[in-house]
C-alpha cells in the first residue's frame, strides 16, 4: 500500500516522501493496485487533476499563467477548471462525485487550511523584502542582489499591467530600528567573515608548521636508519675478521705443537742413542777389569 511504502522508503531513506507527495500517493494508490475497477490511464485530464493536493494544484496554476493571488481562496473545483481554461483543455464536466482516490478531509488539515487562506499580504512585497534583507546584510566581496531586484519588480508591475518601472511607486524603506539592526548584523557578519579568514590563515600556517616537523622526522628517522645498518656492517666485519684472526692462530699454534713434537722426537731419539753408548762404554769398561784381574 501506499502507507507501507512510505515507511519502507522514509526508513531506508529518511525524507523520500514528505508533505503533500504523501497524500499524492495514497491518491495514486486506488488506480494502481491490481484489478482496480479504474486504471490510471482511463482517467482525463480533470479526474487526474482532482488527485493532486492543493498546493500542487496551485503551483499548476502558477505553470499555466495563473497568479498567486487568484487561487489562494478559491475551492480545488475551480482552480482545477481555471487550469484547463487557461490551457485550452476541453474536457466534459461530469457530476459533481467524489473520487474514490479522495479521503474525507481532516478537521485539523481544514483548520490549517483556513488558517492559511487568512490574508499574508502580497506575495511580490514579501519577496521584496527577503530581497531587502539579502542586500542589507551582503558582505563585501560578495555578487549583488540589485540587479535581481531590479528584475523582480519589472516582473511584479508588467504583470499588475503596468507599463514600466518608472511609474511604479517606490518601495517603502526600511525604519531607523530596522537600518540599525541590519547594519549590526552587516557588522557581525564582516566580523565573522574577518575571524575566519585569520582563522584559516592561522590553520594554515600550523598545517606548514606541521608539515616542516614532520618531514624534520622523516630526515631523522631516515638518518638513524642509515646509522643502524652502518654499525650492523660494521660488528658484521668485525665478527668476520675476529673469526678469521682466530682460525690463523690456530693453524700457528698447530705449527708450533707440530714442530715441539719433532723436537722432542729428535730429543727423544739422541737420549736413547747416548744411553745405548754409556751402557756399551760401560761393558766395555767391565770386560777390561774382567781381563786386568
Known amino acids: 500500500s501506499a502507507r507501507s511504502y512510505i ?11 514528505h508533505g503533500s507527495q504523501q497524500q499524492y500517493l495514497e491518491n495514486l494508490e486506488p488506480f494502481l493496485l491490481q484489478g482496480a475497477a479504474r486504471q490510471l490511464q482511463s482517467l482525463d485530464q480533470r479526474e ?21 493571488d487568484k487561487t ?38 481544514t483548520q490549517r487550511l483556513s488558517a492559511a487562506a487568512e490574508p499574508l499580504g502580497d506575495d511580490w512585497e514579501e519577496l521584496m523584502r527577503y530581497l531587502r534583507l539579502l542586500q542589507a546584510v551582503k558582505v563585501n566581496g560578495e555578487g549583488s542582489w540589485d540587479t535581481v531586484a531590479r528584475c523582480v519588480q519589472e516582473l511584479r508591475y508588467l504583470n499588475s499591467g503596468g507599463q514600466s518601472i518608472a511609474a511604479a511607486p517606490q518601495q517603502p524603506s526600511l525604519s531607523a530600528a530596522e537600518g540599525q539592526a541590519l547594519q549590526e548584523a552587516r ?43 652502518a654499525r650492523l656492517a660494521e660488528q658484521r666485519r668485525h665478527d668476520e675478521s675476529g673469526q678469521e684472526a682466530l682460525a690463523d692462530r690456530l693453524q700457528l699454534m698447530h705449527a708450533e705443537l707440530k714442530e715441539a713434537q719433532s723436537l722432542a722426537s729428535e730429543r727423544a731419539a739422541a737420549c736413547r742413542a747416548e744411553r745405548a753408548s754409556l751402557l756399551e762404554a760401560q761393558q766395555r769398561l767391565q770386560s777390561f777389569q774382567a781381563f786386568g784381574r
Open 7 to 17: 515507511g519502507w522508503a522514509r526508513l531506508v531513506r529518511p525524507g523520500t516522501v
Open 48 to 68: 487526474r487533476l482532482q488527485l493532486l493536493p492543493r498546493r500542487e494544484l496551485r503551483f499548476w496554476a502558477l505553470d499555466s499563467g495563473i497568479a498567486s
Open 72 to 109: 489562494r481562496h478559491l475551492p480545488e473545483t475551480e482552480i482545477i477548471e481555471m487550469i484547463l481554461q487557461a490551457r485550452g483543455i476541453k474536457v466534459a464536466s461530469n457530476a459533481p462525485s467524489a473520487s474514490s482516490a479522495l479521503r474525507a478531509p481532516d478537521p485539523k488539515a
Open 187 to 229: 557588522k557581525a557578519c564582516e566580523a565573522a567573515v574577518a575571524n575566519a579568514k585569520t582563522s584559516d590563515a592561522e590553520l594554515r600556517k600550523v598545517a606548514s608548521q606541521a608539515c616542516e616537523a614532520q618531514r624534520d622526522c622523516d630526515q631523522i628517522r631516515f638518518r638513524i636508519a642509515l646509522v643502524r645498518e
